[in-house]
């Protein structure tokens, strides 16, 4: 993908490098103004992917656009982790952020006064959202069902994931494997591997390293396929999630409502490959953040619900932020 010149991408290890930005975000940021009520400079507060190579070119169209249509400098900032960004968010030192469906509920239910302003899409004729797979090898014979994966070595994503864990246990819990996602219950009925991102959750069920796993759709289906790691039809789905709400961008409240209104008309109508490539902010492919999206759609706090339903079936650690 070819964009604009990269912004200033601000590095930083979760919120130590976040509260650093104090001096040119918040209250103070306020009261020197751009266009239309928006501060000289907004924060946007985001962590890579783990096959995000470069955060910035990722979110370079839409910044050029966001400090072409509001006055005001925009600024990447980059976190170690999600709770780095919701801790700058609730601080005050991010005020616009784009987030995973999972960190979105945790943020709010801890409080962080922010309002979605949209979700991303993977296709301009696709609703936001996406889906997890339950894998194993094509040629076990021994699993083809969720049922099948108790005592089994299971490879999960992380604790934190919504499509790499929570849905998952959602999916194990109704299969009647465990009774919830705690430690002590899957650990009863299962062994679970956290393998940390979900290619290398895939490609340890390739290797048989685990007997069966869980990993994201595209992740299967195409990425692994197109850098070669995976061949189709070494690896069978047995199970397909419901879908999961899209990762989606957010901002602080404290902006102000007319401030937050706009960004959420811009983001939904102007956050996008066809508005970015006919304006010149982008060239070639033109695919959006660090997942590769087509651009932004409107999004709503209540989409969010069937997250937190899994947060209470599950009654997952990591739901209590």
């Excluded at 966001?66 to 400098?73: H, K, M, Q, V, Y």
């Excluded at 601080?91 to 922010?114: H, R, W």
């Excluded at 899409?121 to 076990?140: L, V």
């Excluded at 709400?245 to 956050?271: I, P, Q, Y």
Aim: aromatic fraction near 6%; glycine fraction near 12%; charge should be negative.
């Amino acid at each position: 993908m070819t964009t604009t010149t990269p912004r200033r991408l601000l590095a930083g290890a979760g919120i130590v490098g976040l509260l650093a930005l104090a001096g040119c975000s918040g209250d103070d940021a306020a009261e020197a103004s751009g266009d239309g009520g928006f501060p000289s400079t907004l924060v946007l507060g985001a962590i890579p992917a783990e096959n995000s190579t470069d955060l910035a070119a990722g979110y370079d169209p839409i910044v050029a656009m966001l400090e072409a249509e509001t006055g005001a400098e925009v600024e990447v900032s980059q976190a170690s982790d999600y709770a780095g960004v919701i801790e700058g968010l609730i601080a005050g030192n991010v005020d616009i952020a784009f987030l995973g469906s999972f960190a979105y509920v945790i943020a709010t239910e801890n409080d962080a006064a922010i309002t979605p302003l949209g979700a991303v899409t993977a296709a301009k004729d696709e609703e936001p959202g996406y889906f997890s797979y339950g894998i194993t090898q094509a040629g076990n014979t021994e699993i083809d069902d969720l049922a099948d994966f108790a005592g089994k070595d299971v490879c999960f994503v992380d604790p934190g994931s919504t499509s790499g864990f929570l849905y998952p246990s959602a999916g194990l819990i109704e299969a009647g494997v465990v009774t919830s996602a705690t430690e002590s219950a899957m650990s009863e009925a299962l062994n679970p591997i956290f393998a940390g991102g979900h290619d290398a959750s895939a490609l340890a069920v390739k290797n048989g390293d685990c007997d069966a796993g869980f990993a994201m759709k595209s992740m299967v289906e195409r990425t692994l396929i197109e850098s070669g790691e995976l061949a189709e039809g070494e690896l069978k789905t047995v199970w397909e999630s419901p879908q999961i709400s899209g990762s989606l961008f957010v901002a602080r409240d404290g902006l102000g409502e007319d401030v937050v209104a706009e960004l959420t008309t811009l983001l939904t109508e102007k956050a996008n490959a066809d508005h970015l490539l006919a304006e010149g902010f982008c060239e070639g492919d033109c695919l959006l953040t660090d997942e590769d999206a087509w651009g932004v759609k409107p999004a709503t706090d209540a989409d969010y619900d069937g997250v937190r339903e899994v947060c209470r079936l599950t009654e997952s650690e990591a739901c209590e932020g």
